[in-house]
């Protein structure tokens, strides 16, 4: 290895405020090979491409490129020099077709654009049509629609930032061939993710990180998850251990026949819904975002009435025409995904946000807020799921995403509902508490709780749940118990082959 | 060197205090050069408008006559602000609210009707709640959007006013004036004190006040229409009614600005007539924004822009400024106070780039 890496970092920091995200980082990545960025969430992956792709910029350290120091203000910048990225989140816009979303960042005539396209598509495994209007395409067809507009910018080194979080299984196959046949072709690839087993099948090497540090610089094929975990959490993987679920009780939720027209073009229609949830059982709802899990939530909730009362039931009762505050007074609470601005006000401290649901609890006396009680269960719930913030007068806006994902949960699981619904229970929460999480709800659970969860982490549902169902398009697969399925079958009802 | 806005971990309670100081003195500043352009001396004028109403006790008389009607609607209409529900037409709701309280002085100008006084400010609340309350129904059952129609209410109630006035309810001996017989003493607000105009409205504004806290700082309800204001979806999400909400909004801004017209009428008007709709209504959006929608906050903006009111008056005769500065005056200390308001939730910091 006599030629100068394709992209070295030396010394790189980064300090947004009080929070140290990268601290002196070295990282090294040679042309041609396919290089994981490993760290759990928070770890300053996210920072660290922010600094490589010149939306951000580096407090201390260096950049080179092909040996020469760097600069990069901007992101044209780094793509002047043939650095490309596909953001975890798509920058596509949906009431435009695949060429026009293309020539927004491509120069070039849409036929040949076009053209390009479908050449490209062959030649690495990218098939779209360029035609389509991009509302109608699978998750995975974005993707492909977003390396392709990289690609076209002939990209030397091409970063993906948790690529496959939001794929199906058998997705992630053809990605990987995808990347393979760019690494054949003389391009570089920096693949960001927190999935060890992922990481040590494609990568050739690897840069672990935690806490804003390089913990390991290693050939992920010499070493077993266990030990990547290690460097990525300092310790070893926390094991959950879920014992089987008793005997399950009375029907808590009943769904029947649930359809809802969708309410906006880019929204799904939820198609003759059955589901039945008991006293002391977990049920899951695979899937990926955007085949209705949203819409479904919303219904059973409250937040959007159902057609008829009795296509919702919760505890025997009839619920569909009801409110959120009528539900949860039968006992139903429910951690919705979005923390900020929905499951949280980001303006009120944490203990006005307890009032939120928590209002029950003794908090109103005569319409009056009892600050006493409010701030004593909020302060409960701090201790309780270890929320780390200065206290009950902090404001939500100002934690970090795991942080209120922990506070959310821990007040509706204070509430002791009979039936909980969580919706995306680990999102963005460090390894550590998701399973802290984990074993909470499982301890609901065997509380005699009916829980349903709504989540895109198909590991995470093999691991807590009794029955997983797969809602793909609004329709919704049916109950398949965990010991006797597998991520094969759950697969292929997630993309439609089976219905 | 790089100046970036950080985010708070809570607001800040200095400047909240310190916001619409920084605002006023900025305000001042810029009408130094304004009023330099114009030709007027800045010192004189300033002197008139800030210092002048605190001079002698009869200015200072008229800075509370004005507070009175100013705290009241803010109050009102600062809780549906708060909300998101955004009643800009309280003008309207005030007019109506002197038109319904006149009603029985001017069909029993002798003053023979029991319970004149009270009936007048009931009658005047309730014609303000149920203007209002027409916005609140086109929002909530249409979704008509209550900014329009409130502010379109506002322009059809002073026809309403002008057909009153030039119609049945003329004067039969004013000389063709379009206003009404005067009031009879029993239908005038007691004063406050002799020989000036304060009356006890100025009570109903500070009890006013201290509702609208009760309300939004220590009341379910309150919170609710505050997390509708700050996080719609999470009071969708704690199933708060929206309708309602909007109801609730609607009908304190409407009832609030309503009295306020009547204690016009009854106070220093003593008749019904066409100045009553002096933009008291509108002035009252700026006494709510600058008191930082907050029931407190209030109190001291209504009375500093009272302040402005008299000062702006007299400097128009003693400082020969037109009146248009003076609305300029007004209108920059808002834009001012909107600004220096994000200093509550942000805080600067000045970041060094890295040596190169």
């Known amino acids: ?499 | 060197m790089k100046i970036r806005m950080v985010r708070r971990d809570a607001a800040s309670h200095l400047a909240m205090v310190g916001a619409p100081v920084l605002a006023l003195v900025l305000t001042a500043l810029c009408s130094l050069v304004l009023f330099a352009a114009l030709g007027v001396d800045a010192g004189t004028a300033l002197h008139a408008l800030l210092l002048k109403p605190f001079l002698t006790w009869y200015s200072f008389s008229e800075v509370l006559l004005k507070m009175a009607p100013l705290l009241l609607i803010a109050q009102g209409i600062a809780i549906g602000f708060r909300a998101n529900v955004f009643n800009i037409g309280a003008e309207g709701q005030f007019i109506i609210g002197a038109v319904c309280a006149s009603a029985f002085p001017v069909y029993f100008p002798e003053g023979d009707f029991p319970v004149m006084l009270p009936a007048m400010i009931l009658a005047g609340g309730l014609g303000g709640l149920a203007y209002a309350a027409i916005a609140a129904g086109l929002r909530t059952r249409f979704g008509a959007s209550e900014i329009l129609v409130t502010l379109m209410l506002s322009l059809i109630a002073i026809q309403i006013l002008n057909y009153l006035l030039l119609g049945p309810w003329k004067d039969p001996r004013g000389f063709n004036f379009p206003q009404t017989v005067m009031f009879p003493a029993n239908a005038q607000l007691p004063r406050l004190f002799e020989g000036v105009r304060p009356n006890i409205s100025l009570f109903f504004a500070l009890g006013a006040s201290l509702l609208a806290y009760l309300l939004m700082e220590r009341h379910f309800r309150g919170y609710q229409l505050r997390t509708a204001g700050l996080a719609p979806r999470a009071a969708l999400y704690a199933g708060f009614s929206t309708s309602r909400m909007i109801w609730l909004s609607l009908c304190i801004g409407g009832l609030a600005a309503g009295i306020a017209g009547a204690s016009e009428v009854a106070g220093p008007l003593a008749q019904l007539q066409r100045s009553v709709a002096t933009g008291y209504g509108y002035a009252a959006i700026i006494v709510a924004y600058v008191g930082g929608l907050r029931p407190l906050g209030i109190i001291a903006s209504s009375f500093l822009i009272s302040v402005i009111y008299i000062g702006g008056d007299s400097a128009t005769v003693s400082a020969n400024l037109p009146i248009a500065a003076v609305e300029v005056f007004q209108g920059m200390l808002l834009v001012f106070y909107l600004m220096t308001f994000t200093l509550i939730r942000f805080r600067f910091e000045i970041e060094r780039e890295a040596p190169a």
């Not at chain 1, 070295?8 to 090294?28: E, F, H, P, T």
């Not at chain 1, 091409?158 to 690494?183: G, K, M, N």
């Not at chain 1, 040590?200 to 806490?211: K, P, Q, Y």
């Not at chain 1, 969860?453 to 797969?470: N, T, Y």
Request: proline share 5%.
């Open chain 1, 1 to 499: 290895m006599s030629a100068p890496a394709l992209l070295a970092l030396s010394g790189v920091s980064k300090r947004y405020g009080s929070i140290q995200a990268n601290k002196a980082i070295d990282l090294s990545v040679r042309a041609g090979s396919i290089h994981a960025i490993l760290g759990e969430n928070g770890a300053g992956k996210s920072t660290l491409m922010k600094l490589i792709y010149g939306v951000e910029h580096p407090d201390e350290g260096q950049i080179t490129w092909n040996g020469k120091r760097v600069e990069l203000a901007r992101p044209s910048d780094a793509q002047a020099l043939g650095i490309g990225m596909v953001f975890q989140h798509f920058s596509l816009f949906e009431t435009l077709n695949v060429v026009q979303n293309v020539s927004l960042m491509v120069p070039g005539k849409p036929a040949e654009l076009a053209a390009r396209i479908v050449e490209l598509g062959s030649r690495f495994g990218l098939a779209v049509d360029p035609n389509a209007m991009v509302h109608s395409l699978s998750v995975g067809e974005r993707q492909r629609v977003e390396i392709i507009r990289c690609l076209l910018l002939n990209p030397k080194l091409l970063i993906l930032d948790e690529p496959t979080s939001v794929l199906p299984p058998q997705s992630v196959r053809l990605l990987f061939e995808t990347l393979r046949r760019l690494q054949a072709d003389g391009t570089a690839i920096l693949f960001i993710s927190h999935k060890l087993e992922e990481i040590r099948e494609l990568c050739d090497e690897a840069t672990i990180l935690r806490g804003g540090q390089v913990t390991g610089r290693v050939n992920p094929r010499d070493h077993d998850a266990r030990a990547l975990a290690q460097m990525m959490i300092g310790r070893d993987m926390p094991q959950l251990t879920v014992s089987d679920a008793g005997e399950p009780g009375e029907v808590r939720l009943k769904l029947q026949r649930l359809s809802q027209p969708r309410s906006t073009r880019f929204g799904t229609t939820l198609d003759g819904i059955d589901l039945t949830l008991r006293a002391g059982q977990i049920v899951g709802i695979a899937g990926i975002s955007g085949n209705g899990q949203q819409e479904l939530a919303a219904l059973i909730s409250g937040e959007t009435r159902a057609a008829a009362p009795e296509m919702v039931q919760i505890l025997g009762q009839p619920v569909g025409d009801k409110g959120p505050m009528d539900r949860r007074a039968l006992g139903f609470s429910f951690v919705p995904e979005e923390r900020l601005g929905r499951g949280a006000v980001p303006d009120m401290a944490l203990s006005d946000n307890s009032l939120l649901t928590a209002h029950r609890q003794g908090m109103l006396r005569g319409g009056f807020i009892q600050r006493s009680i409010e701030r004593s269960f909020t302060r409960q719930c701090i201790d309780d799921f270890d929320v780390r913030t200065p206290g009950p007068e902090a404001e939500a806006g100002a934690l970090s995403g795991g942080n209120l994902q922990k506070f959310i949960l821990g007040r509706e699981l204070l509430l002791a509902p009979d039936l909980l619904l969580v919706s995306q229970p680990t999102w963005g929460v460090d390894i550590g508490a998701a399973t802290a999480i984990r074993r909470r709800l499982v301890e609901m659970r065997d509380g005699g709780t009916a829980i349903l969860i709504i989540s895109e982490e198909l590991e995470e549902l093999f691991e807590i749940c009794d029955l997983i169902h797969v809602l793909h398009e609004g329709h919704l697969s049916p109950a398949l118990p965990r010991a006797r399925t597998s991520a094969e079958e759950v697969g292929a009802y997630m993309i439609g082959a089976k219905a």
